[in-house]
């Protein structure tokens, strides 16, 4: 089974606070995401990367950077946290079936409150 | 622009009925994929089912149906013989072939089975 773990299931942390989401995928997967899940809002992309090093910005980049040194792993770094950032962080990764088709696994999520 | 409508914040359905999710989509891409995810309170998303954008036949997947109607842009999510189970959030997906690698989301419909 494709697992995606995300380092922390809850974390809280103080305004100003440099933020640190992990997460690891174990089966070489090309592709990472990170999404943050709100209430009535849905998943909205912050970043994903597509190979080591590379990284593109999603719908909602701002206040956040990523990191991908290694295949497997793909941080989310929140510079200085702000209390509208305090959501839930869900890392996916997938590899590509073909053209257009994408099978996103998701990991458990990080609940992110920002005091 | 929101890509992906879903207009049923919540849904109640009886146990053993039938229940058909909503979703719209708005793409000029004439290549593009459809994916419905669901997400239980514990928080993992699941993948459901997928509908390509040339795919002549509605998806199916065990009790779940794509209702794809392409000249209407919709791709409803219909589960037969809901159970308890089925209690959850669903959300609606796309990825435009011609576009990023990534999957936009709906902002979700909360579905609540009773028995």
């Known amino acids: 089974d494709v697992k995606v773990t995300q380092s922390s299931r809850y974390l809280v942390k103080r305004t100003g606070e440099k933020v640190f989401l992990e997460c690891v995928q174990d089966m070489d997967h090309e592709n990472m995401f990170w999404y943050r899940q709100d209430p009535g809002l849905g998943l909205r992309l912050i970043y994903f990367?597509?190979?080591?090093?590379?990284?593109e910005k999603g719908d909602i980049p701002e206040g956040y950077s990523v990191s991908r040194e290694k295949k497997e792993r793909f941080s989310l770094i929140l510079e200085s946290a702000s209390t509208n950032q305090t959501s839930m962080y869900l890392c996916a990764s997938s590899t590509s079936l073909g053209p257009g088709r994408l099978e996103l696994f998701f990991g458990s999520g990080t609940q992110l409150s920002v005091l | 622009a929101q890509k992906i409508t879903q207009t049923q914040p919540g849904m109640f359905v009886q146990e053993k009925e039938a229940v058909t999710l909503d979703c719209t989509y708005d793409t000029s891409d004439p290549s593009y994929g459809l994916f419905w995810y669901k997400q239980p309170s514990s928080g993992e998303m699941i993948f459901l089912i997928y509908q390509g954008s040339y795919d002549q036949q509605n998806a199916t997947e065990g009790r779940y149906s794509l209702n794809f109607q392409k000249a209407r842009k919709s791709a409803n999510l219909v589960i037969s013989a809901s159970q308890l189970g089925d209690s959850a959030m669903y959300f609606c997906a796309m990825r435009e072939w011609g576009g990023r690698r990534a999957l936009t989301f709906g902002s979700g419909t909360r579905l609540q089975v009773q028995p």
């Open positions: 990367s597509y190979d080591v090093k590379m990284k």
